[in-house]
Nanobody
Framework: QVQLAESGGGLVQAGGSPRLSCAAS????????MGWFRQAPGKEREFVAA????????YYADSVKGRFTISRDNAKNTVYLQMNSLKPGDTAVYFC???????????????????WGQGTQVTVSS
């Protein structure tokens, strides 16, 4: 059974720099794209960042570009999201996702993410 387990969320002051981690188990994703999405209260889930299988390709939402950095460690089957200069508008539940079919050499649409974590809450106080 595939599981994605996020960690690293919590209450953070504006301007803070937490790092989220997502450890996958049950199968390896070293050939597949992994990504982060978020859902704020009353809003739809939105794309945040994604990374290709080798780590050489990355994609970011405009709202986080220049502030967030996605990375991965295939030996640990883990993807990270370093978040810098957090704003109250970044408050959301952050979900890790992994694709079972998309390598990440191109941008993977959300429907190609087959596996999802339970999410970790990030609350940014002003």
């Amino acid at each position: 059974q595939v599981q994605l387990a996020e960690s690293g969320g919590g209450l953070v002051q504006a301007g803070g720099s937490p790092r989220l981690s997502c450890a996958a188990s049950g199968r390896t994703f070293s050939s597949n794209a992994m990504g982060w999405f978020r859902q704020a209260p009353g809003k739809e889930r939105e794309f945040v960042a994604a990374i290709g299988w080798s780590g050489s390709t990355t994609y970011y939402a405009d709202s986080v570009k220049g502030r967030f950095t996605i990375s991965r460690d295939n030996a640990k089957n883990t993807v990270y999201l370093q978040m810098n200069s957090l704003k109250p508008g970044d408050t959301a539940v952050y979900f890790c996702a992994a694709s079972g079919r998309c390598s990440g050499s191109y941008y993977c649409p959300v429907y190609e993410y087959d596996y999802w974590g339970q999410g970790t809450q990030v609350t940014v106080s002003s």
